[in-house]
């Protein structure tokens, strides 16, 4: 079965650049959810979105941006990357049916030098 | 506001021996829990979710709105378990804190 596809896996970059991270969403769902988990820290959520659209916003820094495009495909945007932004970037999926559960990427494991 | 909390972060139980991992909730509305679980290196995994009642891997978790708990258990812990485990809670998906399972053989 289709999985949530995260690309790319792994990401190394200086600090001051910029990075953009990709979700793939599983077929026919609608809703994507990022998460940032930091080496032993538990997933902290940092937005989502429905049917194109910012569904709700949660700690993440303005340097970041978001969006989802009309595939459902979502892209998180980094900019002025920080030494602290070095984490595991989860992106997830549901198709917003209660009971349904969410479905995880691998993740993009981001290091900035 | 919604909120779940997993009061302990380190269990450290034999193999053969039961594991309750607790996990309380806040919520106003009706709530949707799930129980993620964390292998090393590998990619969080849904492993149960409340309002299906399943049993996975020997775990089960049942839902006491009274206590506002969603608690995880397994009558006999095996050394395949030992992983980082997730209660999380709808809508924002909240997540506790986790819980740190070792089981020692």
């Known amino acids: 079965a289709a999985g949530v596809i995260q690309s790319p896996r792994h990401l190394i970059k200086e600090k001051r650049e910029t990075a953009t991270l990709k979700c793939y969403p599983i077929?026919?769902?609608?809703?994507v959810y990022w998460y940032q988990q930091g080496p032993g820290q538990d997933p902290q959520f940092l937005i989502s979105?429905?049917?194109?659209?910012?569904?709700d916003k949660g700690s993440i820094p303005d340097r970041f941006s978001a969006q989802q495009f009309s595939d459902y495909h979502s892209e998180l945007n980094m900019s002025s990357l920080e030494l602290g932004d070095s984490a595991l970037y989860f992106c997830?999926?549901?198709?917003?049916?209660?009971?349904?559960?969410?479905?995880f990427g691998s993740g993009t494991r981001l290091t900035v030098v | 506001a919604q909120r779940v909390t997993q009061p302990e972060k380190l269990l450290s139980v034999f193999k053969g021996a039961p594991v309750e991992l607790k996990c309380n909730y806040s919520?106003?509305?009706?709530?949707?829990l799930f129980w993620y679980v964390q292998y090393s290196r590998q990619r969080l995994q849904l492993l149960l979710r409340?309002?299906s009642r399943e049993s996975i891997k020997g775990f089960t978790a049942d839902l006491n709105k009274g206590e506002t708990s969603f608690h995880l258990k397994k009558p006999f812990a095996q050394e395949e378990d030992s992983a980082m485990y997730y209660c999380?809670?709808?809508?924002?998906?909240?997540f506790g804190a986790g819980t740190t399972v070792t089981v020692r053989a």
């Open positions: 997830a999926s549901s198709s917003g049916r209660r009971g349904d559960g969410y479905t």
């Open positions: 077929p026919r769902h609608d809703t």
């Open positions: 979105f429905y049917e194109k659209m910012q569904s």
């Open positions: 919520y106003s509305g009706s709530p949707e």
């Open positions: 409340h309002i």
């Open positions: 999380a809670l709808i809508y924002k998906l909240s």
